[in-house]
């Protein structure tokens, strides 16, 4: 099990062997998510992009350092953003990644990418760019499921399944068109032919400093809303 030190916290990674040559991926998880959260889809879309994967478990998440804190600021994501993030990059060898992000995940990259840090692209899944009602609904419901319980222990942070990653397959074809769409892989990209039968997944992809909405229909294809 590997771990690396950032912003004198250490956190847990794994990494998802790819073609030499291709840009790394950097994968960065929810709120409430680690590793675990993300289930398969890591593996899927570096297997669809041919590229080498970069998954960690931010500080207090999944098997990193416990929070120490009794809790965190509202700057959270900013220090992960400008602080962690870079250590992290670093620590890896890494130059110039894609960054892959989901919910806070996907604020962090743009935040990071925002702030001149030295990245290739940016692919988020449901940034906080603007406020939601469910988004509100479903932190006060977060809020009652992880009320402490005599089963929950200080490493089992990612006791709450996303199941967002179910329908993951739906993302991949979604993802790899934006990347491509910027420029971040310049090789043609294997299809994914799955069909994930799914009509929900309409999510906000910002690739550098361009916005895209796209919509990811059961057949497949990828249009610009």
């Not at 960054?99 to 840090?117: C, K, R």
Request: net charge positive; proline share 6%; glycine share 10%.
């Amino acid at each position: 099990m590997p771990f690396l030190n950032a912003a004198g916290h250490s956190l847990h990674y794994e990494r998802i062997e790819g073609e030499a040559g291709k840009p790394p991926l950097v994968f960065l998880h929810e709120g409430l998510g680690s590793i675990r959260q993300w289930r398969d889809f890591p593996a899927k879309l570096c297997a669809a992009t041919g590229c080498t994967g970069f998954v960690y478990d931010r500080y207090g998440y999944g098997q990193s350092d416990v929070l120490a804190e009794p809790r965190r600021t509202v700057r959270f994501m900013h220090d992960e953003a400008l602080i962690s993030l870079p250590r992290v990059v670093s620590e890896l060898g890494l130059s110039k990644p894609v960054l892959v992000g989901h919910s806070d995940g996907a604020s962090i990259a743009l935040i990071h990418a925002g702030a001149g840090y030295r990245t290739r692209g940016v692919a988020v899944m449901a940034p906080h760019v603007f406020i939601e009602p469910v988004c509100l609904s479903s932190i006060e419901k977060a809020k009652v499921s992880f009320e402490p319980t005599s089963c929950m222990s200080g490493r089992s942070r990612s006791r709450l399944s996303s199941s967002w990653f179910s329908g993951a397959h739906g993302m991949i074809p979604t993802v790899c068109a934006a990347l491509r769409m910027s420029g971040s892989l310049r090789r043609p990209m294997k299809t994914w032919k799955k069909r994930s039968g799914k009509k929900d997944f309409a999510k906000i992809c910002s690739i550098a400093s361009m916005s895209f909405a796209f919509t990811s229909p059961p057949c497949g294809n990828v249009r610009e809303e």
